[in-house]
């Protein structure tokens, strides 16, 4: 077990349905993430990732294992504190905000009911820490671009303080040039904040960027995991991992150069 553990997760299974219909979608599942780590689940759509998210996230309550964030057991039924630790950003951020309500109601009603005071300059404090004027508190959803909108998500799932962030491919949905951005926005906050993240993605040059150590899954289970450098260095020693590495080269090389540029 990894000193200092954030996450840990032990022999985590999920079944959807029941009898001949029963599809599993979790085997035996394992990892362990430090505090402070950045953490990345790769491979293809159905393999797996994203359901690990969401019964760490509270989405999905009938796994069977373990599972505890800074070593305290999570229960099935999610809970007030676990929302506190733990935060998840999601995918699209054109479907995770309400069409009909302002920035400023998306990031009020997380401290409403948690009972948390002092809204206003909180929400003007997160706005500024993820790169938008406290101005865009008054604007809805369709007011915003893309890289915006998931700079809102980014803030929502921030203003309780978290020590956890979960992310389901945060930047697959926007442009190269804005997926720099946000992945930079996502690096500044981690060593600012000392946050711990779990991220899912497909795209190896962005896993690459992010994450220290990196967990490879395919038909439900991790087949291999290894640091950042073995993956840069063709050191994977799974044929399947070896097969992903191959394929990212082709399509991943200008999001590498974007990236660079922005950190630069």
């Not at 979608?25 to 797996?48: I, N, P, Q, T, W």
């Not at 400023?104 to 820490?129: M, V």
């Not at 980014?154 to 389901?168: G, H, T």
């Amino acid at each position: 077990m990894i000193t200092n553990t954030m996450i840990d997760i032990r022999a985590l299974n999920l079944t959807f349905g029941l009898g001949d219909k029963a599809n599993r979608v979790l085997r035996d599942v394992s990892l362990s993430v430090a505090a402070g780590e950045s953490f990345g689940l790769v491979g293809e759509s159905g393999s797996g990732k994203t359901t690990v998210l969401r019964c760490l996230a509270g989405l999905y309550n009938h796994w069977q294992g373990e599972l505890a964030i800074a070593g305290k057991p999570l229960a099935h039924k999610l809970d007030r504190e676990r929302c506190r630790w733990v935060q998840m950003v999601f995918q699209d951020p054109y479907g995770s905000l309400h069409p009909r309500h302002t920035v400023e109601t998306a990031l009020a009603e997380p401290l409403r009911i948690h009972g948390i005071g002092d809204r206003s300059s909180r929400i003007d404090n997160i706005l500024t820490k993820v790169g938008l004027n406290p101005s865009f508190r008054y604007r809805y959803p369709h007011q915003l671009s893309g890289g915006q909108r998931q700079r809102v998500a980014i803030a929502r799932a921030l203003i309780l303080e978290p020590k956890v962030l979960l992310l389901d491919e945060p930047t697959s949905a926007l442009d190269v040039s804005v997926q720099a951005e946000i992945l930079n926005l996502l690096v500044d906050l981690r060593a600012r904040d000392g946050l711990t993240y779990l991220m899912v993605t497909h795209d190896l040059s962005v896993v690459a960027h992010l994450c220290e150590r990196i967990a490879v899954m395919q038909h439900g289970s991790i087949v291999e995991t290894l640091t950042r450098d073995a993956l840069e260095s063709n050191s994977a020693s799974h044929p399947y991992t070896r097969m992903l590495v191959e394929a990212s080269r082709h399509y991943s090389r200008e999001l590498a150069q974007n990236i660079a540029l922005q950190a630069a």
